[in-house]
């Protein structure tokens, strides 16, 4: 049911176990004549740490979805560029946004960021992001940086898309169309902050905490400036791309650290910590 109506951008709510709650995961690809949806889960907390400790055979209690607004894609003619920045496992949900506009003729420039050469996935030739290269060729630029400089690039995304941006600038290279960040919460931010004096349209894919995924619970909130008001959307059916630039991230970003002491006594609970 998923894998048939699912679109690039969009995300699911998987019960892992049936005492256990709902989290937000996203759809990292799907095949929808099997039936099949790809995702890849980080290892943060309780319900992350016990998905990834399932084995071949077993199964979620329950999935909902998709959920939240694809995403929206424009056909960029010339000499632009469509730019994703990646943080870590950022890279998946990238993944379908990027093969899209792929699709659609865009030029795609991926700027993949790891900690270091050890986290890398994906990146070989026979692995997804090897294969759209050598599907789309030189319609797609790959750049990869680490936190450590053991891979590509030393330091983090923001370093190559700054050069990129001062090159146009002075009109070099190919001009930025958008900016797409996809990773953990301080990454975007430092995306945002880096383009907004530019005036380079950038979005966020927000992985905001939520609870019921259908703008009934107010969990999700992220406070953005509108015509000069701060106003609140709900990144689950609002997002979870957001415009950057109008979000509040000074009172966005405190949200991640509000239930630290619960997820802690979980984690605990569960022999994780
Ligand atoms: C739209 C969306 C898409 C996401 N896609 C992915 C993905 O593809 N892969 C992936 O590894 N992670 C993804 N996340 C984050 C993932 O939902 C959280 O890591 C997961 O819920 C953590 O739960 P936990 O019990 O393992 O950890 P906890 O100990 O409960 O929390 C650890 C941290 O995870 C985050 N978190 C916890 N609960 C939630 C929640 N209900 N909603 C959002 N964040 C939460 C918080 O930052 C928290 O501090 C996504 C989040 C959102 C909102
Ligand atoms: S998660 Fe409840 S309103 Fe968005």
């Known amino acids: 049911m998923v894998a048939r109506s699912a679109q690039a951008g969009q995300f699911v709510r998987v019960l892992p176990w049936e005492k256990g709650e709902l989290i937000p995961l996203t759809l990292a690809d799907w095949d929808a004549e099997n039936g099949t949806i790809d995702l890849v889960v980080q290892g943060m907390g309780t319900s992350s740490l016990e ?15 998709p959920l939240g607004r694809a995403s929206e894609l424009h056909r960029y003619e010339g000499n632009q560029t469509v730019v ?20 659609l003729g865009n030029h795609v420039t991926l700027i993949s960021g790891f900690r270091a050469k050890e986290f890398l996935f994906w990146t070989g030739d026979d692995e997804r992001i090897g294969k759209l290269k050598q599907e789309f060729g030189d319609q797609l ?24 941006i001062k090159a146009n600038q002075q009109g070099i290279g190919r001009s930025i169309a958008e900016v797409i960040a996809i990773g953990p919460p ?15 349209k950038t979005v966020a894919s927000l992985n905001s905490i939520m609870v019921d995924a259908t703008g009934m619970c107010g969990a999700c909130m992220v406070p953005v400036t509108i015509d000069g008001k701060l106003v609140r959307k709900h990144a689950c059916i609002d997002g979870p791309e957001i415009d950057a630039h109008i979000i509040d991230w000074d009172k966005f970003l405190p949200r991640f650290n509000a239930f630290k002491a619960q997820e802690l006594e979980s984690k605990r609970k569960h022999g994780f910590a």
Do not use: Q, W
């Not at 994703?84 to 699709?103: D, N, Q, S, T």
């Open 51 to 65: 998905i990834n400790r399932m084995a071949i055979g077993d199964a979620f209690s329950g999935i909902a979805g």
């Open 84 to 103: 994703f920045c990646a943080g870590g496992v950022g890279l998946p949900p990238v993944y379908p946004i990027m093969r899209k506009h792929l699709r």
């Open 141 to 164: 630029s790959l750049i990869y940086t680490t936190n450590d400089g053991s891979y590509g690039v030393k330091g983090f995304v923001t370093g190559p898309l700054e050069e990129m």
């Open 186 to 200: 301080l990454m975007m931010r430092a995306v945002s902050d880096l383009t907004k004096p530019y005036g380079v």
